[in-house]
């Protein structure tokens, strides 16, 4: 059976990968603010959100904020431009390129890899994105003028 390392402390974010024997947490060990991914530990930043898995199970991705803004994929960190939420539920792609969120207006997609923002449509109120397996993309609801729509933004 696995064993996380002494914690001091730890948040509510303790998260099982719903395929794998892999398990992620936020907590504290030995004074330090740290994500753990299994055996390993990566810094959480001055605040962070709650750490997710890809819907295979393999991929471990959470934000970060700490004199800017980060997505830790893995444990790799990648740079964005853009505010990332701490708050909203971010969706990974099984590769690990690219990753979803909802905002209060629309859907926000980053290609992690080739650093680039793709937004949808501008609505009303947005539903959490899902990642679709079948058609590698990322899909949403999103209600305009008392219209629902659904918005889809590739993975690639």
């Not at 997710?52 to 991705?61: E, I, P, R, W, Y």
């Not at 990332?84 to 390129?97: A, E, Y």
């Not at 397996?133 to 219209?147: M, N, P, S, V, W």
Request: overall charge positive.
């Amino acid at each position: 059976p696995w064993e996380s390392p002494p914690l001091t402390s730890v948040k509510n974010w303790i998260v099982l990968s719903p395929t794998e024997k892999l398990v992620a947490y936020a907590g504290t060990v030995n004074r330090s603010e740290v994500v753990g991914f299994n055996g390993a530990t990566y810094p959480q930043g001055a605040s962070m959100g709650r750490p997710v898995f890809s819907h295979d199970g393999v991929t471990m991705a959470y934000t970060s904020k700490d004199q800017g803004n980060f997505i830790y994929v893995n444990g790799k960190r990648h740079e964005v431009g853009m505010p990332v939420p701490l708050n909203s539920r971010l969706v990974i792609s099984p590769s690990g390129r690219t990753c979803a969120w909802a905002n209060s207006t629309t859907m926000v997609v980053v290609d992690l890899d080739l650093e680039k923002v793709t937004l949808a449509k501008m609505c009303d109120a947005v539903s959490d994105p899902v990642y679709d397996r079948r058609t590698d993309q990322f899909t949403c609801l999103g209600i305009l003028a008392g219209r629902m729509y659904q918005l889809s933004c590739p993975a690639r």
